[in-house]
């Protein structure tokens, strides 16, 4: 796969990233089957696998189980490899999520982030939306210390995870990245896509595959590439085969959609 420039932020990523709540976590998952969680030296392969077939980009997060603390371990030595998607705001302890929307929450949250990391950096960082996406963006204070944490150098690039077209529009006005829904099932989300599009925003989407719902991968790629502002895709796949598949789906469908446009 070649890589595409997220937006205006400087970072190339692969159009496939991965998700990794898998690689920690198993419970209140919304996935059509259950799963067992890999150990360490499945997911080092699997890793190397991803890496081989062009994959730069993981998305984790404090609510993702014990997957920080494993991408800690998993990527020592390589850190310089992989473009890393972190979040603030959601955590999941006991079986249960609880959302934390101060300054000060995000603050220990980016420390507590990094060391289980074992990074000074992280190169995207987004707020984990409730769904209360406009009392969360009305909040001048959470904006503004997610931009000290890009001026400080924590991190390269910031935005939210949201749950609406008002929330998504909202995040690209006044940051770098959106992560948004959006699949032939779901179009909700549409304008924040085309808002991203006219103004040269990175969005990465979550949900192409309808988590894992969606059987038609080739369609739901296809439809979600199609959009001018989709930027990347995170998949959250362990399984080597579906991983392959996906890559080869992708890269076939981003050809054809190219020489479409040619």
Do not use: C
């Not at 067992?36 to 998305?59: H, Q, R, W, Y």
Request: charged content about 25%; overall charge negative; glycine content about 10%.
């Amino acid at each position: 796969m070649d890589n595409i420039e997220l937006g205006q932020t400087g970072l190339n990523i692969s159009p496939i990233g991965l998700g990794t709540v898998k690689f920690g976590r198993n419970e209140g998952v919304k996935y059509p089957q259950g799963f067992d969680i890999p150990t360490e030296d499945t997911l080092a392969d699997f890793l190397t696998l991803a890496k081989s077939l062009g994959v730069n980009m993981l998305d984790t997060a404090p609510s993702y189980g014990q997957s920080e603390e494993r991408l800690g371990r998993l990527l020592s030595g390589q850190r310089e490899d992989w473009v890393i998607v972190g979040k603030v705001g959601e955590e999941f302890e006991d079986g249960i999520s609880s959302y934390h929307f101060t300054p000060d929450h995000f603050k220990r949250s980016l420390e507590r982030s990094l060391k289980r990391l074992n990074t000074d950096y992280i190169d995207v960082l987004l707020i984990h939306s409730d769904g209360n996406d406009m009392d969360i963006l009305n909040n001048d204070a959470l904006i503004r210390v997610m931009h000290d944490f890009k001026d400080q150098g924590l991190v390269k690039a910031i935005g939210a995870s949201t749950k609406t077209a008002e929330g998504g529009i909202k995040t690209l006005a006044l940051m770098d990245i959106v992560m948004a829904t959006y699949n032939a099932q779901y179009t909700d989300e549409k304008p924040v896509l085309d808002y991203a599009a006219q103004h040269k925003k990175g969005v990465l989407l979550k949900k192409a595959l309808s988590s894992g719902h969606n059987t038609n991968i080739d369609d739901a790629l296809r439809f979600a590439f199609s959009h001018d502002g989709t930027s990347g895709i995170i998949i959250g796949t362990i399984t080597p085969a579906h991983l392959k598949q996906n890559i080869e789906l992708a890269t076939r469908v981003r050809s054809d959609l190219r020489l479409q446009a040619e």
